[in-house]
């Protein structure tokens, strides 16, 4: 008896020339061709912008802005000559402010302080880089008293 013969045929699903069951070919990728640029500026594209999320505060408390607090405002009176000068001649007060407080915030924190009226207030920032207020008072009080009152004279 003869030995059976060999099939010459290649099993189905596989590729002629490869290995059983090591999948297709490669094939080399293709090369990315280069962005044709038309503009001479570059836009950076949009991304996605996240909101804040603090995991703890950054200051322990929340500021209270200068309207709402007097004693932030006025720092302290001039006992100076020339600010003695200024209370007995011209009824006029000189004080140390806060330098953020402007000429309205100076005179509501002095009228509720000290329970008078003002005048006018005029302010200047000194070489040093505080800001010094004259606060002119009306009429009806005597900057001598009040002076007396907070303890300059």
């Known amino acids: 008896m003869a030995p059976p013969k060999k099939d010459n045929k290649v099993a189905k699903g596989s590729k002629k020339g490869g290995a059983k069951g090591k999948g297709p ?6 090369r990315k061709t280069a962005n ?6 570059f836009h950076r594209p949009y991304t996605l912008r996240t909101p804040r999320a ?3 505060a950054r200051r322990s408390s929340s500021r ?17 000559e020339a600010a003695m ?7 006029t007060l000189v004080f140390i402010v ?6 309205v915030q ?11 009226k003002i005048a006018k207030v005029r302010t200047l920032i000194r070489p040093d ?25």
Not at 106 to 116: G, L, P, R, T
């Open 25 to 30: 070919r490669y094939t080399p990728k293709k």
């Open 36 to 41: 044709i640029r038309t503009t001479v500026q």
């Open 54 to 56: 603090p995991k703890y």
């Open 64 to 80: 209270t802005p200068l309207t709402q607090d007097r004693y932030r405002v006025l720092r302290y009176p001039l006992t100076t």
């Open 85 to 91: 000068k200024k209370i007995e001649d011209n009824n």
């Open 98 to 103: 806060d330098l953020r407080a402007n000429k």
């Open 106 to 116: 100076i005179k509501n924190a002095i009228s509720k302080m000290y329970d008078i």
């Open 129 to 153: 880089g505080l800001k010094k207020a004259y606060v002119k008072l009306q009429n009806d009080y005597d900057a001598l008293d009040v002076a007396n009152k907070i303890g300059v004279l």
